[in-house]
């Protein structure tokens, strides 16, 4: 994660937002007393909480475990071609 300082920040504000925004590159903004702070886009945040909800629910971490050895071992379910064709919406 780049780091700068919080007056770099203020002063390229728009820039470093939109920077932001389009590489999905959090900004880590360094001031001199301290109290850093990370300049992430709305939609990382979400992200990054909606992983951490399901790491920290131990029912979803169970399912996504069976599921991976379902899927090792070739055990479950496979759609047919017309169910194929409309999930992928052929």
């Known amino acids: 994660m780049e780091s700068i300082s919080v007056n770099q920040f203020r002063d390229n504000l728009r ?3 939109e920077r932001v925004i389009s590489r999905h590159d ?3 903004v360094v ?3 301290g ?5 992430i886009s709305a939609e990382d945040w979400e992200r990054e909480q909606e ?3 399901i790491l920290q629910n131990a029912d979803l ?3 996504i475990e069976e599921s991976l050895k379902t899927h090792e071992k070739r ?3 496979t759609p047919t ?5 409309e999930i992928v919406d052929i």
Do not use: I, W
């Open 26 to 28: 959090p900004l880590k």
């Open 61 to 63: 971490m169970k399912q």
């Open 15 to 17: 820039h470093f937002v």
């Open 75 to 77: 055990a479950g379910y």
């Open 35 to 39: 109290g850093d702070f990370v300049v």
């Open 31 to 33: 001031r001199r007393n």
């Open 81 to 85: 071609d017309k169910e194929m064709n």
């Open 51 to 53: 992983t951490l909800y």
